[in-house]
């Protein structure tokens, strides 16, 4: 059964960069039907896409977030990341990894269980 | 960007009461649609994806139709379990982005 895990720091501060990985077990991320993706939910708020990473290292960002986000993978430890650059308070979230099925117009099914990152000095 | 609005915000119902939600997308999402629910603490659960296609183990009691535009999430008899924030979701091809409506709570009345 195909598990994803978030982990990483819990707080970071402003101004800095938030960074966190997502840990697949139970299949591999090198399939070539999925992508991988980073969503993020602020508490008591609605979900948010940040971005999606392909296998082959292609990816694709929530335009309102491009400059600031980063996904990379490795394939090798059945891992991806995320980095978020200069964060604000606006920035304190849930961050949940998933995987996308592209067949399926790459929707997000199979979630991890989410850490929240505090953004506090 | 396409928006996606959801409504109503919330739906007060009874357990064995139908559930209608919709979601209205901005600009054509075709049947790039799906549908999740979430639960407090918990990740989102992949409901509906096409629009019209149950994910692996969901309850025949959900259903999903629309294309274009409008889009609805019914559940025909709602069991104790099914209380929860559902959310619509979109794929566009161009520009390449997703999206999220802000989500429909079903609250028991």
């Known amino acids: 059964q195909l598990q994803l895990q978030e982990s990483g720091p819990g707080l970071v501060k402003p101004s800095e960069t938030l960074s966190l990985t997502c840990t697949v077990s139970?299949?591999?991320?090198?399939?070539?039907?999925?992508?991988w993706g980073w969503i993020r939910q602020p508490p008591g708020k609605g979900l948010e896409w940040i971005g999606s990473?392909?296998?082959?290292?292609?990816?694709y960002y929530n335009p309102s977030l491009k400059s600031r986000v980063t996904i990379s993978i490795d394939t090798s430890k059945n891992q991806f990341s995320l980095k978020l650059s200069s964060v604000t308070a606006a920035d304190t979230a849930v961050y949940f990894c998933?995987?996308?099925?592209?067949?399926?117009?790459?929707?997000?099914?199979?979630w991890g269980q989410g850490t929240l990152v505090t953004v506090s000095s | 960007e396409i928006v996606l609005t959801q409504f109503p915000a919330t739906l007060s119902l009874s357990p064995g009461e139908r559930a209608t939600l919709s979601c209205r997308a901005s600009?054509?999402?075709?049947?790039?649609l799906a549908w999740y629910q979430q639960k407090p603490g918990q990740p989102p659960r992949l409901l509906i994806y096409?629009?019209?296609n149950r994910a692996t183990g969901i309850p025949a009691r959900f259903s999903g139709s629309g294309s274009g535009t409008d889009f609805t999430l019914t559940i025909s008899s709602l069991e104790p379990e099914d209380f929860a924030v559902y959310y619509c979701?979109?794929?566009?091809?161009?520009?390449?982005?997703?999206?999220f409506g802000g989500g429909t709570k079903v609250e028991i009345k």
């Open positions: 998933a995987r996308q099925h592209i067949p399926a117009a790459e929707t997000f099914d199979n």
């Open positions: 139970g299949g591999s991320i090198s399939r070539s039907a999925f992508y």
């Open positions: 990473i392909y296998y082959s290292g292609s990816t």
């Open positions: 600009q054509s999402v075709s049947s790039y």
């Open positions: 096409n629009a019209s």
């Open positions: 979701q979109q794929r566009s091809n161009w520009p390449p982005e997703l999206t």
